[in-house]
């Protein structure tokens, strides 16, 4: 029984033995954990201002816009949908180009509709229309602007091609009214 006692004593490894090696490699183990310290230091703070393709700090950015719809008359009779047209042509890479043309959001219109840099989805049940935006954290200002820019021009288009088929509608209605305003 001594014997199988002091054979258990053998395979124990004293903590003093541990600390003493420790205490020993001290140096090794302060330099080794700052070297790794300063590494990561510079791997985080330092090299991305030096190569700017480690700069991977990105933002996404999400706006919410909502439309009115035309009058249900108005639609029946012209076909024109308020919401769909903008989604159309806010996800055209021309004007999407024009629009940043001051700001240089993305590096190339085309690629960011297709890419998913910059992607527009729409909800008919709500009549919104979600922007998401992917860009540098660096150009969050110029997206503010671009997409202000963007936004006026939508305007623009739904009025003027909106105005365009009612216009067209009050011909036609003139016309039938000249026609037939006999009966």
């Known amino acids: 029984m001594t014997e199988q006692y002091e054979n258990n ?3 124990e490894i004293s903590l003093i033995d541990l600390f003493a090696v420790l205490i020993r490699y001290r ?3 302060v330099i ?12 985080l703070f330092v090299l991305p201002k030096f190569v700017p393709s480690l700069n991977k700090k990105t933002l996404t950015i999400s706006y919410a816009l909502k ?9 029946n009779a012209t076909g024109y949908d308020v919401l ?8 055209d890479p021309a004007v999407i180009s024009e629009c940043q043309r001051d700001f240089h959001v993305f590096e190339n219109a ?14 008919n049940a709500s009549d919104r229309i979600t922007l998401l935006c992917k860009i540098p954290a ?4 110029e997206l503010n602007a671009f997409i202000l820019e963007l936004l006026k021009s939508t305007n623009s ?4 091609s909106a105005m365009q088929r009612i216009n067209s509608l009050e011909e036609n209605a003139d016309k039938i009214i000249e026609q037939y305003g006999n009966f």
């Open 9 to 11: 004593n053998e395979d």
């Open 27 to 29: 140096k090794l183990v």
């Open 32 to 43: 080794g954990t700052l070297a790794v310290a300063l590494a990561a230091f510079a791997w």
């Open 67 to 75: 439309t009115e719809r035309l009058p249900s008359s108005v639609f």
């Open 84 to 91: 769909k047209s903008a989604v159309n042509y806010m996800q």
């Open 110 to 123: 085309e690629q960011a509709v297709v890419g998913g840099t910059f992607s527009v989805q729409s909800s």
């Open 138 to 141: 660096e150009k969050e200002n």
């Open 157 to 160: 288009y739904i009025e003027d």
